[in-house]
């Protein structure tokens, strides 16, 4: 079993910065894939980044790519999501995912567990 906390959203305007963080326990942290997706009202999970198990692969969405950065510090069990240059499209709910197979998929479906979820609001 693997437990995810998400903390640091909240409103935030246009052209602003803030930092996500994603607790984990449960098991080895550094033995699996974690990945950010995000969620906007009446709209599908939407894939954002991946870092692999050591952090040293990462994989971003199209429309995040240049704002966002994701990084994990295996030591405190944590990986960040640096949101830079936020847009009022970028609010959603975001949710950090872990993925045991270290697959670093952009498919919700390859993520076994899931925290829940923190609110990110860009105004314009």
């Known amino acids: 079993q693997v437990q995810l906390v998400e903390s640091g959203g909240g409103l935030v305007q246009a052209g602003g910065s803030l930092r996500l963080s994603c607790a984990a326990s449960g098991r080895t942290f550094s033995s699996y894939a974690m990945g950010w997706f995000r969620q906007a009202p009446g709209k599908e999970r939407e894939f954002v980044v991946a870092i692999s198990r050591s952090g040293g692969r990462t994989y971003y969405a199209d429309s995040v790519k240049g704002r966002f950065a994701i990084s994990r510090d295996n030591a405190k069990n944590t990986v960040y999501l640096q949101m830079n240059s936020l847009k009022p499209e970028d609010t959603a709910v975001y949710y950090c995912?872990?993925?045991?197979?270290?697959?670093?998929?952009?498919?919700?479906?390859?993520?076994?567990?899931w925290g829940q979820g923190t609110q990110v609001t860009v105004s314009s």
């Open positions: 995912a872990a993925d045991l197979y270290g697959r670093m998929s952009s498919s919700p479906r390859s993520y076994e567990y």
